[in-house]
Structure formats: structure tokens, C-alpha cells
């Protein structure tokens, strides 16, 4: 799939869009680090250690980071390509995705918090039904408010801050609630490109609202499971409407 932003560039679909590449970048990092993890291996513990301390940052603001796996997995991926605005955009979305990963993973040694498939919106939508049992309406949950929240910001900075709140809670979760950073780190970047960030906003917000619908109601798996293609990742910010009032300036 060929973005809005990699449009603007002149990127064809010949081509992977950098999109797709900003994924590939962070699955096949986390996918190298995180059995090495969970087998408690010293390097692969001491690196997630590493990789937490820039969780909620910019890449600029964690020198320390500085030369990051994924960052370089990146860069091969990014070789040849001509260097221009979207690079830092790609950098930055991988980045902020794989130091959340590394938070959300920290001290649990029983399962993965990357895995393919599992959406935001979805985690989001399973955390309230953990946390409240009540039959309070997940509409109204201060959780369901913090997702919309994400999607409203108006800077990365605010993005990468209020995705660790909700991080943070996923990681103490009764149960694991894992997410797919790859296809978190493609929407951060699109998210970045302001004509793509609506399209992404909604997502988000079908992502919540797909995960509330019975998986048997629906004859076929969760939203955020794997093998789930109910979100349209080609949903573009020119449609008209709202979805979920994830739209800009709620």
C-alpha cells in the first residue's frame, strides 16, 4: 500500500511504501530480541533495560539510543531511498514503537507483548472489560477517553507520553494484552503526515469499537487477533465523517 505521504513523495507501489517498510524495521527487531528475552538471555535483558529509558521520548531526546537495532534495521531497509522528511518520520515511529514494546514487556517473562495482529483499539477495549466487570458502559470508560486522547494530540511529543500511560496500564494488566508494534510503528508514521492522521485516528477508533462485537456474532476471529482485515489500513483522511469521534478535534 502506497500512503498519502509516500505519494507525495513520488513513491510508487512498485515499490514497498515506507509504511510497510517502518513495519518490517520493527517486527524483524522485536522478533530477534524478544525469544532472547523471554529465555532470559544477559544481552537481551540488559538491552530492553536500555530501550525503556527512551519509552515516551522522541529519538532526539535519548542519546543514549543512539544506534538502536531497530533504528539500523531501518536504515537498510531505507538504503538507496532518497533522503527527505520521511525519514525522520520513519525513525521516529519506529523508535517510539520499540521502546514501548520494551516497557510493556518488562518483567514479564511468560509471553510475548509483541504479537501480530493485535490492535490498539482492541487492548484498549479488553483492559476495561478486565479492570471493570460491572457492566459499566465501555463508551464512557476514563480508559476508552485516554485512546481518544491519542488520537487528538497534536504533536508527537503528547502522541509518545499518552501512549505510555496506556502502555503502562496494558503492562499491568491482569492478563497479557499484547500489541502488534509493527502495525503501531506504520500508523505512527502515517499519523505524522497531517492528511494521513485522520485516517489513522479512525482506525483507532474502529479498532475499539470492532472489538466490542462477539467474535461469534461476527462468524469469524476478534478484532486484534491474528489473522484479523477488519481495519482498512487504506482508509484515507479525505473521507467524510467521523468514526467513533476519533476524528480530529474532538
Do not use: C, N
Not at 479488553?126 to 457492566?135: M, N, Q, T
Not at 497531517?194 to 470492532?210: C, I, K, N, S
Request: aromatic share 4%; hydrophobic share 35%.
Amino acid at each position: 500500500m502506497t500512503t498519502t505521504s509516500d505519494k507525495r513523495l513520488g513513491k510508487q507501489t512498485k515499490e514497498p511504501s515506507i509504511q510497510r517498510l517502518v513495519e518490517q524495521a520493527t517486527r524483524t527487531y522485536i522478533a530477534r530480541l524478544q525469544p532472547r528475552y523471554l529465555g532470559d538471555h544477559s544481552v537481551a535483558v540488559a538491552e530492553l533495560a536500555r530501550l525503556r529509558r527512551g519509552a515516551g521520548k522522541r529519538a532526539h531526546q535519548a542519546q543514549e539510543l543512539v544506534g538502536v537495532g531497530a533504528l539500523e534495521d531501518l536504515a537498510e531497509l531505507l538504503e538507496g531511498r532518497p533522503d527527505s522528511d520521511f525519514r525522520k518520520a520513519a525513525e521516529e515511529a519506529v523508535f517510539l514503537a520499540s521502546t514501548l514494546w520494551a516497557l510493556h514487556q518488562q518483567s514479564r517473562r511468560d509471553q510475548g507483548m509483541h504479537a501480530k495482529d493485535r490492535s490498539l483499539g482492541g487492548a484498549v477495549r479488553a483492559l476495561i472489560r478486565l479492570k471493570d466487570s460491572s457492566g459499566t458502559d465501555d463508551e464512557e470508560s476514563p480508559l476508552r477517553k485516554r485512546l481518544v486522547r491519542v488520537g487528538t494530540a497534536e504533536s508527537l511529543d503528547s502522541v509518545a507520553v499518552r501512549l505510555r500511560e496506556i502502555v503502562l496500564l496494558l503492562r499491568t494488566a491482569p492478563e497479557p494484552l499484547p500489541l502488534d508494534y509493527g502495525r503501531l510503528a506504520g500508523q505512527l508514521y502515517r499519523w505524522q503526515h497531517r492528511p494521513d492522521r485522520a485516517g489513522v485516528q479512525r482506525e483507532w477508533g474502529r479498532e475499539f469499537h470492532l472489538a466490542a462485537t462477539a467474535p461469534r456474532a461476527r462468524g469469524r476471529k476478534a478484532p486484534g487477533a491474528e489473522g484479523d482485515d477488519a481495519i482498512d489500513t487504506q482508509l484515507g483522511a479525505d473521507e467524510e465523517g467521523t468514526y467513533g469521534g476519533y476524528a480530529a478535534g474532538e
